[in-house]
């Protein structure tokens, strides 16, 4: 990881830790866990708005097998072709999409892991969920992380 970009993982404790807090108590808080990294506290920040945005009140209310009732049904055999990528086989599915092994073809050739969100499963809370996933793996760093390409 290169200097001058925060730790993924502090920033996303602080983020949980933050979630709890507004107005001058989280700038309380932000000002004492960032204290003079501008870095993270602009990681931080853009994190927090990013949830703002993406998060209702009852987020974590709702149980996830509520979410899967109107998608219990075979999904469709998706298209073997998606934008760039060429689909291969299948590798695994978990409770909001399926990923398969895929061929890029542009801007360069190489192959990926894709993830498809399971049919039905475009409602608000499963499309922020979806959207935290892809944003926490984006920052990570690491050799044992997959790196988002695209999204």
Known sequence: MSDDRPDPISATII?????ELEG?????YLDAVCGD????????EA?????????TDD??????VELLEDVRRAPPEPPRRIGDFELVRRLGEGGMGTV???EQRRPVERRVALKLIKAGMD????LARFEAERQAL?????DNVAAVHDA
Do not use: I, K
């Not at 990294?37 to 931080?44: C, I, P, S």
């Open 47 to 55: 994190l927090l708005d990013v949830a703002g945005e993406r998060f």
């Open 15 to 19: 983020v949980a830790d933050a979630l």
């Open 100 to 102: 398969y092994l895929a």
């Open 123 to 126: 409602g608000a809370q499963v």
């Open 59 to 64: 987020f974590l209310e709702t149980p996830a």
């Open 138 to 142: 984006a920052l990570m760093d690491h």
């Open 37 to 44: 990294d501008a870095v993270l506290r602009e990681e931080v």
């Open 24 to 28: 001058d108590a989280l700038r309380s």
